[in-house]
Nanobody
Framework: QVQLVESGGGLVQPGGSLRLSCAAS????????MDWYRQAPGKQRELVAA???????NYADSVKGRFTISRDDAKKTVYLQMNSLKPEDTAVYYC??????????????WGQGTQVTVSS
């Protein structure tokens, strides 16, 4: 019913920047919270940044001051601007959204993930 497609990952040198995008499509009535998670090899998936429908944001301590989450509701898209990247930011980044689907149900959806590698 709902698909989330991430883009923008890749290989970047330490100190560099990347911008991730996640576009939602399908039978969407409205989107509530939109989040970015990441999972590094051998580690649990962790919340990186979150943004509510009202625009309130929250960040993991490890990315505060370096990452910025934003959303464009007209495009049903959430973004993650990542600056001053560090090798420890290397992970698969996943988009998550809480979506009110046409027809009345509200569900949690995930994207397929995009690889971010920070290395010289």
């Amino acid at each position: 019913q709902v698909q989330l497609v991430e883009s923008g990952g890749g290989l970047v040198q330490p100190g560099g920047s990347l911008r991730l995008s996640c576009a939602a499509s399908g039978r969407i009535f409205t989107i509530n919270d939109m989040d970015w998670y990441r999972q590094a090899p051998g580690k649990q998936r962790e919340l990186v940044a979150a943004i509510t429908s009202g625009g309130h944001t929250n960040y993991a301590d490890s990315v505060k001051g370096r990452f910025t989450i934003s959303r464009d509701d007209a495009k049903k898209t959430v973004y993650l601007q990542m600056n001053s990247l560090k090798p420890e930011d290397t992970a698969v980044y996943y988009c998550n959204a809480v979506v009110w689907v046409v027809g009345g149900s509200i569900d949690d959806y995930w994207g397929q993930g995009t690889q971010v590698t920070v290395s010289s």
